[in-house]
């Protein structure tokens, strides 16, 4: 079986930075792709950043130059390091991972979430 944990979630005020990590862990034979997504109250889940297996990110318009993301391929961890965070910012932030394990093959596993809540 497969788990993906998040961690580093908290308040902080605007223009403040938080990182955030996500480690999978179990019977991974392989990892593709690791993600952020984020969701605030009301809206739909959207995509924040993802990282390949061999580094490529993509990033959403409202992050790209304040978010960075970033992996340790040997540990299957992923980190969001949110810098200049603004309001807007404020939603419950989900990892998730498309690994390949012994007993499932390729799935997308999520994590439990982890809220980040900027103030102004």
């Known amino acids: 079986q497969v788990q993906v944990v998040e961690s580093g979630g908290g308040l902080v005020q605007a223009g403040g930075s938080l990182r955030l990590s996500c480690a999978a862990s179990?019977?991974?034979?392989?990892?593709?792709?690791m993600g952020w997504y984020r969701q605030a109250p009301g809206k739909q889940r959207e995509l924040v950043a993802s990282?390949?297996?061999?580094?490529?990110?993509n990033y959403a318009d409202s992050v790209k130059g304040r978010f960075t993301i970033s992996s340790d391929n040997a540990k299957n961890t992923v980190y969001l390091q949110l810098n200049s965070l603004k309001v807007e910012d404020t939603a419950v932030y989900y990892c998730?991972?498309?690994?390949?394990?012994?007993?499932?093959?390729?799935?997308?596993?999520w994590g439990q979430g982890t809220q980040v809540t900027v103030s102004s």
């Open positions: 998730n991972a498309y690994v390949r394990s012994i007993r499932d093959g390729w799935r997308v596993y």
């Open positions: 179990g019977s991974i034979v392989t990892r593709n792709l």
């Open positions: 990282i390949n297996s061999g580094g490529s990110t």
